[in-house]
C-alpha cells in the first residue's frame, strides 16, 4: 500500500519530534540559528500525514526522506532544537497560566522562636507614657553609687500600688558546672514588707512545736496528699529530715514552682521553730538563673531610704559571702536595682563592694 505524505517547508513539530526519538542530539551542538527558529503558522495547520500501515508482525514507517538537510546540518539536530524550544515554551506557559488563576505559591512556615529570640527588638518595643516620663529621671550611661540610686528608685516607683524593690546581680559564673552554681538565703534586717505563709511537714513532737512557732500549715501525710490534689496556699514548705523520703514524690509538682524543700535554702532543718521565725521576719532564698543572674526582692517601695540601704547591703553581702568555689577572675560583671514597674538604675560596682553602712543602722 502507497503511504503519501504532504508539508510544507517548514518541517512541522510532529515530524520533528518522531525525528528526535531515533537520533540523540546535545545543547552544545545547537547554534544561534537552530535556537530562535520559531514557526509563522500553527504547526496543525501546516501539514498533514496519512496513518501508519500496520501489519501483523511489522510495521512499516513512513519515509521521510525529502526533509532531510543538506549535509553540513544534520537533520537530527534541527529536531532537536525545536523540541527544546518547544519544552521551553511550554513551561513559560505554565508559569504564566498559574499566575493567572491566581494560585498563591507555597509558603513555607518558620520555626517559632523561642527564649531571647522571641522577645521584641528595642526599636519594636512600646511604652507607657507614665514610664517614658519616669525614664527621664535616669542617665541611661551613667553608674549611680548606692545611696543616691535608691533615692532616684524611690523617685521613679510611680506606679498606682506599692512597687516591689528589686536587685539584679549579673555574676561571672556558668551555672552549668557544679562548683559554678550559686543558691543562697538572705536574712533582710528590715523584712520583705510582705506576709509569708509558711506551712510545715513533720511528724511526732515536732507537730506541736511548728504549731507553736506560728506556722499557717500543719500536715504530714495528710498535706501531702493535698498537695498531690492540687493545693498550693502556702509561701514556703518547710520539712523535717524524717519526712524527706515521703516528699521526695513530690518533687515534680513543688520543684517548678521553687517551693521543694532543700538543705541549701533552709528549708529541710530539724529546727524547725527557728526556721519559721526567719521565714516570717524577712529571710529570702535567691539562685543564679542558667545565665548566671541572680534576683532577688530587698523591700517595698514605701521603705524609707535607710530601711532598703541596709537589706541592699546585706543581699549584696550574703551574694559576695556564698561566692561559688569554680567562680574564677571578677565575679560581679554588673548590678543594677529597680522598682517593679521602673527603669532600672546601674550601680558602680567598685563603690557598692566598700559602701560602708551607716553607724546608727
Known amino acids: 500500500m502507497a503511504t503519501t505524505a504532504a508539508c510544507t517547508t517548514r518541517p512541522s ?3 520533528l519530534t518522531y525525528a528526535s526519538s531515533s537520533s540523540s542530539a546535545f545543547p ?3 547554534t544561534p540559528s537552530l535556537v530562535s527558529f520559531k514557526p509563522t503558522k500553527p504547526l496543525f495547520s501546516t501539514f498533514s500525514i496519512c496513518p501508519l500501515v500496520l501489519r501483523p508482525n511489522r510495521v512499516r514507517r513512513v519515509s521521510l526522506s525529502f526533509l532531510k538537510e543538506p549535509k553540513s546540518e544534520p ?4 529536531s532537536a532544537a525545536l523540541a527544546a524550544e518547544a519544552e521551553v515554551d511550554e513551561a513559560v506557559e505554565d508559569e504564566a497560566l498559574k499566575g493567572a488563576d491566581g494560585s498563591a505559591a507555597p509558603v513555607t512556615v518558620s520555626k517559632p522562636k523561642k527564649g531571647k529570640a522571641a522577645l521584641l527588638l528595642k526599636r519594636d518595643r512600646t511604652r507607657s507614657k507614665r514610664f ?3 525614664q527621664k529621671l535616669r542617665e541611661t550611661k551613667k553608674e549611680y553609687e548606692v545611696k543616691p540610686a535608691i533615692a532616684l528608685l524611690k523617685e521613679m516607683a ?7 524593690a528589686e536587685a539584679h546581680f549579673r555574676l561571672n559564673i556558668d551555672p552549668k558546672y557544679n562548683d559554678q552554681q550559686l543558691r543562697a538565703t538572705v536574712n533582710l534586717p528590715k523584712g520583705t514588707g510582705q506576709t509569708v505563709k509558711v506551712a510545715v511537714l513533720t511528724q511526732g513532737e515536732r507537730f506541736e512545736e511548728a504549731k507553736n ?21 502556702f509561701d514556703k514548705l518547710i520539712a523535717s529530715p524524717d519526712m524527706m523520703p515521703k516528699v521526695a514524690s513530690l518533687g515534680k509538682i513543688l520543684g517548678p514552682r521553687g517551693l521543694m524543700p532543700n538543705p541549701k535554702a533552709g528549708t529541710v532543718t530539724p529546727n524547725i521553730p527557728q526556721a519559721i521565725a526567719e521565714f516570717k521576719q524577712g529571710k529570702v532564698e535567691f539562685r543564679a538563673d542558667k545565665t548566671g543572674i541572680v534576683h532577688l526582692r530587698f523591700g517595698r517601695a514605701d521603705f524609707s531610704e535607710e530601711d532598703l540601704l541596709v537589706n541592699l547591703l546585706a543581699a549584696i553581702k550574703s551574694v559576695e559571702t556564698n561566692k561559688p568555689p569554680g567562680a574564677k577572675g571578677v565575679y560581679w560583671k554588673s548590678a543594677h536595682i529597680c522598682s517593679s514597674m521602673g527603669p532600672s538604675i546601674k550601680l558602680n560596682i567598685r563603690e557598692m563592694l566598700d559602701f560602708k553602712p551607716p553607724a546608727n543602722a
Open 213 to 233: 512557732a506560728g506556722a499557717d500549715l500543719v500536715g504530714g501525710d495528710d498535706l501531702i496528699q493535698q498537695i498531690k490534689d492540687g493545693f498550693m496556699e
Open 28 to 30: 552544545q551542538d545547537l
Open 158 to 164: 510611680s506606679a498606682k500600688f506599692v512597687e516591689t
Open 13 to 15: 513539530s510532529l515530524m
Open 75 to 78: 537533520f537530527h539536530v534541527v
Open 132 to 134: 517614658l516620663e519616669i
